[in-house]
T-cell receptor, first 114, second 109 residues
Framework: ETGVTQTPRHLVMGMTNKKSLKCEQHLGHNAMYWYKQSAKKPLELMFVYSLEERVENNSVPSRFSPECPNSSHLFLHLHTLQPEDSALYLC?????????????FGDGTRLSIL | DAKTTQPNSMESNEEEPVHLPCNHSTISGTDYIHWYRQLPSQGPEYVIHGLTSNVNNRMASLAIAEDRKSSTLILHRATLRDAAVYYCILKTSYDKVIFGPGTSLSVIP
């Protein structure tokens, strides 16, 4: 039990589909993150939310649209994705965005784009 | 680019100590040193972190060089469940995080 739950665990979608990834944390944390992990590449930070406000957007294409309705939930809305977007998408949370705060990760959503 | 460098892979015998090195020569005064590990088909798991002093917890110990340009993660007795990719990262107060490729640790029974 990691305290960070991601659904679905696996998702296959066509390039014209629209889908959403969901992340929920039960740790009372105020910061949440989306990461992308492609095969044989390091984790890439995509978005950071602190107290439901986006504080970091690392030049992510607009076909990825995050949403943080409250401090416990984080979504990643997907539309018109490309084959190179196939990857493991990881959600994480931390008490706040301070450097001394460890991040707690979910087990990710494995996304495959047909 | 990642601000840390680690060996690509290491091997250890089961029940022996393991020392995983990390170089971070461009570390700034506000950077914390964090270690995570990732098992296959799982998300990264937090292991330990520190700023200047050595740290111990139930999972591992972190030894930080006096000049803070390098650190070592110490697993006191490696088990088969410790086989994973270990990431050393620097984390600033604004939480800009860059992961490198990490060290793949193999544990030999």
């Amino acid at each position: 039990e990691t305290g960070v739950t991601q659904t679905p665990r696996h998702l296959v979608m066509g390039m014209t589909n629209k889908k959403s990834l969901k992340c929920e944390q039960h740790l009372g944390h105020n910061a949440m993150y989306w990461y992308k992990q492609s095969a044989k590449k390091p984790l890439e930070l995509m978005f950071v939310y602190s107290l439901e406000e986006r504080v970091e957007n690392n030049s992510v294409p607009s076909r990825f649209s995050p949403e943080c309705p409250n401090s416990s939930h984080l979504f990643l809305h997907l539309h018109t994705l490309q084959p190179e977007d196939s990857a493991l998408y990881l959600c994480a949370s931390s008490q706040d965005v301070g450097g001394g705060q460890p991040q707690h990760f979910g087990d990710g959503t494995r996304l495959s784009i047909l | 680019d990642a601000k840390t460098t680690q060996p690509n892979s290491m091997e250890s015998n089961e029940e022996e100590p393991v020392h995983l090195p990390c170089n971070h020569s461009t570390i700034s005064g506000t950077d914390y040193i964090h270690w995570y590990r990732q098992l296959p088909s799982q998300g990264p798991e937090y292991v330990i972190h520190g700023l200047t002093s050595n740290v111990n917890n139930r999972m591992a110990s972190l030894a930080i060089a006096e000049d803070r340009k390098s650190s070592t993660l110490i697993l006191h007795r490696a088990t088969l469940r410790d086989a994973a990719v270990y990431y050393c990262i620097l984390k600033t107060s604004y939480d800009k995080v860059i992961f490198g490729p990490g060290t793949s640790l193999s544990v030999i029974p």
